[in-house]
């Protein structure tokens, strides 16, 4: 069965520090992957996504994720983290019939 | 546009109480879909639409229902409330008829909490 994991429940950076969000997924075929942010009391939005192609890439806000096979990762990145990405993130793998199966989350606190 | 609108905001229920989630979404969007968050769980999902007329189970459907009579609306029925459905509600939509996928927007979401 599908299935992703996020280790890290919980993260704290320095703000200006740069950051890496893991994710591992199990998955037979090539996976549609994402990954979403949560801001609290907030729904959930798409920072960036890989179904083929080129395995780095770039979402909004200035992240990026690079996905590689061999070891079944999809991990979120940012060069310098600013207050304002202080969130809930979360990975998903889109599972059958369309629906994602989500990770159960690393919320991330930055520090001034 | 809107997107996607849910209500309420959030609301307390007493146990064994009967409550309907109401989602609406204004993309025109095929495919509906409703989650649970839960901390420590992420989200899980509790019923999905394809189309309007159709609805299928996710992997968490005990103790709701969904309908599906238009393209537009996907409201949740708790039937009985209990206390382990206290939780925050997603509503979520895509066009799944694009190839390979395409991504799901969501709701802003709805705290249920019921006692």
């Known amino acids: 069965a599908q299935s992703v994991t996020q280790p890290d429940i919980h993260i704290t950076v320095s703000e200006g520090a740069s950051l890496e969000l893991r994710c591992n997924y199990s998955?037979?075929?090539?996976?549609?992957l994402f990954w979403y942010v949560q801001s609290p009391g907030q729904g959930l939005q798409l920072l960036l996504k890989?179904?083929?192609?080129?395995?780095l890439v770039q979402g909004i806000k200035g992240f990026e994720a690079e996905f590689k096979r061999s070891q079944s990762s999809f991990n979120l990145r940012k060069p310098s983290v600013h207050w304002s990405d202080a969130a809930e993130y979360f990975c998903a793998v889109v599972g059958g019939y369309n629906k994602l199966i989500f990770g159960a989350g690393t919320r991330l606190a930055v520090h001034p | 546009t809107a997107g996607i609108t849910q209500a309420p905001t959030s609301q307390i229920l007493a146990a064994g109480r009967s409550m309907t989630l109401r989602c609406t979404q204004d993309m025109r969007h095929n495919a509906m879909y409703w989650y649970r968050q839960d901390l420590g769980l992420g989200l899980r999902l509790i019923h999905y639409?394809?189309?309007?007329?159709?609805?299928g189970k996710g992997e968490v459907p005990d103790g709701y229902s969904v309908s599906r009579a238009n393209t537009d609306d996907f409201p949740l029925t708790l039937a009985s409330a209990v206390p382990s459905q206290t939780s925050v509600y997603f509503c979520?939509?895509?066009?799944?008829?694009?190839?390979?996928?395409?991504?799901?927007?969501f709701g802003p979401g709805t705290r249920l909490t019921v006692l």
């Open positions: 998955y037979g075929a090539t996976p549609y």
């Open positions: 979520a939509s895509s066009d799944s008829r694009q190839a390979p996928y395409n991504e799901q927007f």
């Open positions: 890989y179904f083929s192609g080129d395995t």
């Open positions: 639409s394809n189309t309007a007329g159709t609805t």
